[in-house]
């Protein structure tokens, strides 16, 4: 079972227009909303790929009850902490016209210092121990930037595996207690490195320093590109097929999804690879804020390339 935490939900609001146009009234042409936030969409793509799943995370103000019907719509198990002020909405404007896309996001809602305390009861009396606990996404106002250090320790001292996912602060904290997996992208990991990793090579060398961190499994995401990914024992490469992108939002909580379910169950580091990379290659093919389908994953699984790195 993966069980995933999300401090900073969304409700994510996807419209598109055709043609936009600044300082002019657009008229949308579609409009629909989705259960968004790092966490809630690896389980939802853990769900949508036959895995166990239980999504923690807060829930408050009218787009929050939106969120809980959607996700049981879905059939996705959630356990979530009402809040007294509303979870924020993201807003992405999709352009077909130019096929470029605009997102505007909110920073979310303050939490109070009980509100934080509920949640963290709640993961102290998980009852049965999930494969992995993933931690992703931002931290919200109210909330300390060294929280995910803090849950990711508790979390090992219990003996469950875990999986961060974010970005800036909470990420530079958060690596500190040496998760079992990261996942930053390339921008991500310069940022906490503090220095550029221009090719292959250097981000092999940025992975190999985190594995010196204490960190079991690092993999550092390229987009298109697909991923680099090693343990101690070995480094892998798995490249995408080249497809059309409709859309990039949630590709990379895809791609986690992947990583932590099929490790979770034992497989290799390159099969999880291979899952990742497809899973996050299939959410490119859907609109807006959509994420992969099952059938999609599987038509693409045996397209990716996986190569073996020399470190």
Known sequence: ??????????????LTVHGLVIDEVN????FRHDPGGKGINVSRVVHELGGETIAYSFIGGDDGEIMGRLLRREGVTFDFVPIRQAIRSNIIITDIKTRQQTR???????????ELQRLKSKLRNIESKPGFIVFAGSVPPGIPDDIYRELI??????????????????????VEAKPNLIKPNVREA??????????????????????????????????????LAATRGQAVKAVPPRVKI????????SAVAGLVLKLSQGASLEEACRLAVAAGTATVLTPGTRLCHRQDVEKLL??????????
């Open 190 to 227: 310069e940022q906490l490195l503090g220095m550029e990793l221009k090719d292959e090579k250097a981000i092999i060398k940025a992975i190999y320093y985190f594995l010196n961190q204490g960190i079991e499994v690092v993999t550092i995401s390229r987009g298109k590109d697909g991923l």
């Open 153 to 174: 320790e508790k979390a090992k001292a219990r003996k469950i595996k875990t999986a961060l996912d974010t970005e800036g602060i909470w990420l530079k904290k958060g």
């Open 246 to 253: 409709k859309s990039s939002v949630g590709a990379g909580d």
């Open 302 to 311: 045996p397209m990716v390339r996986i190569e073996l790195v020399t470190p």
């Open 1 to 14: 079972m993966i069980a995933t935490v999300t401090l900073n939900p969304s409700l994510d609001k996807t």
């Open 27 to 30: 008229r949308w042409t579609t």
């Open 104 to 114: 505007i996001g909110a920073p979310g809602p303050r939490i109070s210092q009980v």
